[in-house]
């Protein structure tokens, strides 16, 4: 039982004058701050030491309160309890003296609900039961204040489970013997007083089978937006099976970083926030023998029907540089989101908010929409920002384009660097021999703050200066493609055949055997020894499969693939002569 504070009385003094208008009596403490809930005690005594014997009578207490062993004729009386209803609560005594003076005391004071505390045990995910073992878990309400009791509801229930209140009366639990596995989500609610909610969380609660479970299997699935991964499980056994699912090097309170579900037998597909770091989850389930079973899986990045061309659609990361002069950006002109998407400032004389200035030495990372493929010629191009639209001789910012497929490693494509001076800022970089694709886009400015104006005929250097200590560096406005990126992948469910209109690789999706026709390439040149080199690599640029292959006469190859596991890949055809070929493909 949590332990009452008790207020002294105030010190009596004689009275002087015995007349019935000297007669007072008054609360010797507030009861407290004026929370529902919060144990108070306080004394009504008389102000001055009465000539006569006191005889009390309580008219009436709030709901929660009471006298503590009064006996008539005692000099004071003693309220203690706590509030069980907010708002403005009355407390009426009458004190009467032998010599027939009379007084009632009718103390008022408002109450409110309040909580400084949260439901524990903290985590929503609460430790796995068994079906036909014995469950406890304990629950409480940590408080700044001191309260005789907690009432605790449950919304939600767990089969052979019940809830029950602690022996303290401020705390409960909730035990039995569970029967039905599942997951089972539940809301908890701690009450103090008659109907103050002080705190309430929702849990998860997952039992697992008593009976032998074969492992689960999980495949990572294209994704339908950028901004979640989908998954498929297997599920083997003919019961369903409860499983739980955690992100794991994930950026802390960036996203929900644990679920929990039933799958049951057969295919169950979900799917898990995307993060900027690696999307990769932990799954687990209890065997049903002796052991908690776990199996780690990374995530593919790339859209089950990406776009013909990629942008820029997420801001990881920046950090802006100064002005030449050594002063911060303003941060109303540098808004790292204007860079998604399409070009949109267009090198127009007043386009704030649609480009993000870097300042010297700043910086962006941004992820792409989807993958971005390697193919003949330029790949990537970054758009740069320069109202009137002027060319690099009188304006020559500068910046190095960097790429990584996880955006962790980095790969440099260079420094946007025009052909002439005469030529406009924007630049065009290709991945060839250094990517095969990518995911994130580095910018990091490289203007030399004291660079001179170029001569716009001849280029030479002039003596003027290209920037004023106003400059801020290099202005983003978007990142592209340079091209087509390849035939869309299709959906889920979707068939393609060979009567498809240029199509080089079907079915697509496929399950077992995938069908190359390279006479439908025209870009493809085949040599005269028919020797092609086929390969196929993962979402993350893994190798699953290399081949050298002598093309056939009726320019097919078939290879088999239903090893591999459910996916998107990226398969490569390079020639003797040196020319390449990507395409993708889902595997079912």
Known sequence: MLAAFALACLPLATIHAQTCDDFTIQLSSNLGSGLVGEIGSAQVCPPTAPGSTIHYTVVSLPDGYTTDNYEDGHECITIHGAAQQAGVLHFIITAKTDDGCQKTLDYTKTFQCLSSGSITPASTMLPNAISGKFYNQDFGLPLSYTVAAIKYEMDGSVPGLTLQSGSNETSAFLSGIPTTPGVYKFTMRAIVGNNCIASEKEYTLMVGNSESVKSLIIYQLCNRTNYVRNWQIHNPNNFAVPMKWELLFYTENAVASVGAFTAEPGDTYFETPSTANPNTIQISWYDGVSAQQTIEKSSFVGLCNPPTCVF???????????????????????????????????????????????????????????????????????????????????YPERAEVFVSQDGLEWVSLGITNPPTCQSKLDHAFDMSGKLDWCRYVRVLDKTDRHAKVLDPVTCAVTSAWAFDDESDGFDLDAITCAQDNGDPVLGIGEEQTAS?????????????????????????????????????????????????????????????????????????????????????????
């Open 312 to 394: 820029a659609s997420n801001v990881v990361k920046y950090t802006l540089g100064l002005k030449k002069n050594g002063e911060n950006l303003s941060v109303a002109e540098n808004f790292a989101t204007a860079t998604l998407g399409e070009p949109d400032a267009n090198d127009a004389p007043n386009a704030v908010g649609k480009y993000l200035t870097l300042g010297y030495t700043g910086f962006v990372i941004v992820q792409l929409s989807s993958v971005l493929i390697d193919q003949p010629g330029n790949d990537l191009i970054i758009y740069e920002y320069s109202a009137g639209n002027p060319s690099f001789a009188s």
């Open 500 to 588: 498809g209109k240029n199509t080089v690789v079907y079915p697509n999706p496929v399950r077992d055997q995938l069908t190359v026709d390279l006479s439908r390439d025209q870009s493809i040149a085949i040599p005269a020894d028919h020797a092609i080199e086929i390969s196929i690599s993962d979402m993350r640029g893994n190798d699953v499969h290399r081949t050298l292959y002598a093309r056939q006469g009726d320019g097919i190859v078939t290879l088999e693939v239903s090893d591999l596991n459910t996916g998107i890949y990226i398969l490569k055809v390079r020639t003797g002569s040196n020319s390449t070929g990507f395409y993708k493909f889902m595997k079912h």
